[in-house]
C-alpha cells in the first residue's frame, strides 16, 4: 500500500493517541503538526515523531510534505479547518463529531466533492475489529430480526466552565462528546428513525448536560442515554428475536462481547483487541480509499455523516440546546 504523508492540526490527548497509532504503520509518514502555537506543536513533534511542526493551521494546510490531515480540534473549529484543508488539496480525516450539525456538514461534503478529495468522519468505533464482527453477526441473522436496542454513555465530569465540554463556543455539551456513540450504534444497527423523542437537563452554561433518547422504528425501539451529571455503566445490548449480544463496558471501544441464541445456550464469548490504541482501524480505511482513488469511505459514507448530524440536530432542538451562529 502507497505511504502516505500525515499531518495533525491540533495538539490535544485525541491527537496523541491517533499519532502513537500512526506511528505503528509502515504506510504512514508522520510528518507534520500545526496547531496556533508553535512551542505546542514542537513539543507535540518530539513526543510523537513527527517531522516538522508549524506555528497556524495555514502554514499546516499548505505544506508540500503533507497528504492528508486529521484534524483534532475542538468540535467548533472542525468545519471551517476540513473545508480549508480540502480547498488546498488535502485529504481529511475529521475527528468525530464531524461538524456541530448538519448544515456544516454539507458544506464540507461539498467541498470533498469540488475538491476530489478524501473526507471521512474519525468515529473510530465504526473501525474497531469487534465492532465490524458485532455488524457481521446482525447482519446474517445469528440473533434474528432486530426488536431493542440499549446503549449507554456517561461519566461524571467536573471540568471548568470555559473547557471543551462545558463550553457553547467550543460545540460543547455531552451529547456531541460521548452520546454521538450510542446514537451511532442505533442508526448503524436500525438506520434512520421513524421518529426521535429526547428529554435532556442542560447545564448552566446552556449545554446538555444528560439527555434520554427513545428512537422508534416500524418494529423496534433504541433506547440510549448520555451524560456527564453521573456514571454510568457503558454498556449495550442488541436484542432480536433469536437472540441476543451484549457488549460490554465500554462498549464505544469494544474488547469482547457475549451472542447469546438458540444454539448456544448461555452465550458465546468474542474477544478480540484492536491494533495500538484503537486508531489503526480507520487510518488504514483511509489509506485504502486514497489507493482506490475514493472521496468517501463505503463503511462510513459521506450521507451517513450527514444523517448522523441530522438526528443530532433534531434531539438538540428537542431538549432546546443551541450553538452561537446557528
Given at each position: ?31 507534520v ?22 506555528g ?5 494546510f ?37 461538524a456541530?450539525?448538519?448544515k ?42 432486530i426488536?431493542?436496542?440499549?446503549a449507554?454513555?456517561?461519566f461524571?465530569s467536573?471540568a ?20 454521538i ?8 444497527i ?10 435532556g ?38 436484542s ?13 471501544e ?5 451472542l ?27 489509506h485504502k480509499?486514497?489507493?482506490?482513488g ?26 432546546g ?6
Amino acid at each position: 500500500m502507497k505511504t502516505l504523508k500525515w499531518g495533525i492540526a491540533g495538539t490535544g490527548n485525541i491527537a496523541a493517541a491517533f499519532a502513537h497509532d500512526l506511528n505503528l504503520l509502515d504506510e504512514a509518514n508522520c510528518s507534520v503538526v500545526g496547531s496556533r502555537s508553535l512551542e505546542r506543536a514542537q513539543s507535540f513533534a518530539d513526543e510523537n515523531n513527527f517531522k516538522k511542526a508549524v506555528g497556524s493551521y495555514e502554514a499546516l494546510f499548505g505544506h508540500p510534505e503533507v497528504d492528508i490531515v486529521y484534524v483534532a480540534t475542538p468540535h467548533h473549529l472542525h468545519a471551517e479547518l476540513t473545508i480549508e484543508a480540502l480547498n488546498n488539496g488535502m485529504h481529511v480525516i475529521c475527528e468525530k463529531p464531524i461538524a456541530i450539525n448538519a448544515k456544516q456538514t454539507k458544506a464540507m461534503v461539498e467541498a470533498s466533492k469540488k475538491n476530489n478529495r478524501f473526507l471521512m468522519e474519525a468515529l473510530w468505533t465504526r473501525f474497531n475489529p469487534i465492532m465490524e464482527q458485532i455488524f457481521e453477526h446482525v447482519s446474517t441473522g445469528e440473533i434474528g430480526d432486530i426488536r431493542y436496542l440499549f446503549a449507554d454513555f456517561a461519566f461524571r465530569s467536573d471540568a471548568p466552565d470555559k473547557s471543551r465540554l462545558f463550553n457553547p463556543e467550543l460545540g460543547g455539551g455531552a451529547l456531541l462528546d460521548v452520546g454521538i456513540y450510542p446514537v451511532f450504534l442505533a442508526y448503524s444497527i436500525l438506520g434512520m428513525p421513524n421518529s426521535v423523542t429526547a428529554k435532556g437537563i442542560r447545564y448552566h452554561t446552556g449545554v446538555d448536560y444528560q439527555s434520554s433518547l427513545i428512537f422508534e422504528y416500524d418494529e423496534a425501539h433504541a433506547v440510549m442515554h448520555s451524560g456527564f451529571a453521573s456514571d454510568s455503566k457503558c454498556e449495550a445490548i442488541i436484542s432480536g428475536r433469536d437472540g441476543r449480544i451484549d457488549i460490554h463496558p465500554r462498549w464505544h471501544e469494544p474488547r469482547f462481547f457475549t451472542l447469546t441464541n438458540k444454539e448456544n445456550g448461555d452465550g458465546k464469548r468474542y474477544e478480540k483487541h484492536p491494533e495500538g490504541k484503537g486508531f489503526t482501524g480507520e487510518i488504514m480505511e483511509c489509506h485504502k480509499c486514497i489507493e482506490q482513488g475514493q472521496i468517501a469511505s463505503p463503511k462510513w459514507s459521506h450521507q451517513d455523516s450527514i444523517n448522523m448530524m441530522t438526528l443530532l440536530d433534531e434531539i438538540r432542538n428537542q431538549i432546546g440546546v443551541t450553538y452561537p451562529g446557528e
